[in-house]
């Protein structure tokens, strides 16, 4: 059953004309879950989840740079500087303790939240994220402008084929309509940069330099052998059957378990001061 939560809005402030919203609620005592929401998204796209989250959680959804409430006229769109992004918040909270959970392109700033803060976040959490291997995994240049061409010539038409890639046969077509016309609205030029930000991040180099586990939970029908092979040792996959790409929306309460699984899970570990996996 959804818990009623009482959530305050709340703003960190950073360079370049950089104002960082995020939603806080729950005690300042507890377990504390920071979410990050993917590409063309915002942190409204947590709201139902976090409703069924235990009532002893602290819950913090942000909204990337010139995402959702946030603006920023700055000029770096690298992941990492989105990563900054979300180091202020919890630096501003005095979080520590975290898991942070990022859906799609907030499952690499998770990372990256992690590498910059190893000592405030202790797992990371990616959904449906890093076993794309065609967008998360190192290229060469001419694959990385295979995927920018398109970008630039037609971005519409880039966004319908993200959401037809991230959706399993049978998905609803009024769905997949709905994701499709909320990314394709994103503020420009920042979506634009985003995704190019995404396209050079060093997934490889970053799994490499983190400590934390990482536990990613992808769509059973879209991952691959490869990608298990490939993260293997370093990732704890597990495959879900909760909806497409975007299952953190239409699957809230199934995708909050989860979460709290692994969470319920760590806190145990640490009270028998055993390490977690990973």
Not at 249 to 274: F, Y
Request: charged fraction near 25%; proline fraction near 5%; include cysteine.
């Amino acid at each position: 059953m959804a818990t009623n939560r009482v959530t305050d809005s709340r703003v960190v402030h950073r360079p370049d004309e950089t104002s960082i919203r995020y939603s806080i609620s729950g005690p300042d005592e507890g377990p504390t879950v920071v979410f990050v929401h993917g590409w063309a998204c915002n942190r409204t796209d947590f709201d139902a989840l976090t409703g069924f989250l235990p009532d002893e959680y602290r819950v913090l959804a942000v909204d990337l740079a010139e995402h959702g409430e946030s603006r920023s006229a700055r000029e770096t769109w690298t992941i990492e500087e989105f990563a900054r992004d979300v180091a202020a918040v919890l630096d501003a909270e005095e979080v520590t303790g975290c898991a942070v959970v990022g859906h799609s392109l907030g499952g690499a700033v998770a990372v990256e939240t992690g590498r910059l803060r190893p000592e405030r976040v202790r797992h990371i959490i990616a959904l449906d994220a890093l076993h794309y291997l065609f967008l998360f995994g190192a290229m060469d240049e001419e694959e990385a402008q295979g995927l920018l061409r398109p970008l630039r010539d037609d971005f519409a038409g880039l966004v319908r084929t993200m959401v037809e890639a991230g959706s399993p046969p049978g998905t609803d077509p009024v769905l997949k309509d709905a994701h499709f016309a909320k990314m394709a609205a994103v503020r420009q030029p920042a979506g634009t940069r985003a995704f190019e930000g995404l396209v050079a991040w060093d997934m490889d180099e970053a799994l490499a330099d983190v400590q934390q586990p990482i536990t990613v939970f992808g769509v059973r029908e879209l991952v691959t052998q490869e990608a298990i092979d490939r993260l293997t040792g370093r990732v704890e996959v597990v495959l879900v059957d909760l909806g497409s790409h975007h299952f953190p929306v239409e699957s809230p309460e199934g995708t909050a378990n989860l979460i709290a699984g692994v969470v319920s899970a760590r806190d145990a570990r640490a009270v028998t001061g055993t390490r977690a996996g990973g």
